[in-house]
Nanobody, 124 residues
Framework: QVQLVESGGGLVQAGGSLRLSCAAS????????MGWFRQAPGNAREFVTA????????PFPDSVKGRFTMSRDNAKNTVYLQMNSLKSEDTAVYYC?????????????????WGQGTQVTVSS
């Protein structure tokens, strides 16, 4: 069992920045791919990015490319999502997810564990 706890969400003005954190506990963190998803009201859950134990992460979707970066600190069992130049369309609940193994996927159904989500609201 893996427990994931996100933090760092909040209200920010357009153009501002936030850094989300996801702290994991319960199993060997480095065995898991860690992903970030987001879900805006009325929308399906959207894949943002994922990262392997060695720091390799997937390309970002065009909607956030150049503005978001993801990193992980295996010593702290934590992943981060740095979000810069935030836009109102980034408003969503952001979820951290964990998937055992080395194959990165954008399919939310293939992730084994989820955090409770953290709200990000960007005011225009």
């Amino acid at each position: 069992q893996v427990q994931l706890v996100e933090s760092g969400g909040g209200l920010v003005q357009a153009g501002g920045s936030l850094r989300l954190s996801c702290a994991a506990s319960g199993r060997t963190f480095s065995n898991y791919i860690m992903g970030w998803f987001r879900q805006a009201p009325g929308n399906a859950r959207e894949f943002v990015t994922a990262i392997r134990w060695n720091g390799y992460n997937t390309p970002f979707p065009d909607s956030v490319k150049g503005r978001f970066t993801m990193s992980r600190d295996n010593a702290k069992n934590t992943v981060y999502l740095q979000m810069n130049s935030l836009k109102s369309e980034d408003t969503a609940v952001y979820y951290c997810a964990a998937r055992l193994g080395t194959v990165i996927t954008s399919d939310a159904g293939l992730y084994d564990y989820w955090g409770q989500g953290t709200q990000v609201t960007v005011s225009s």
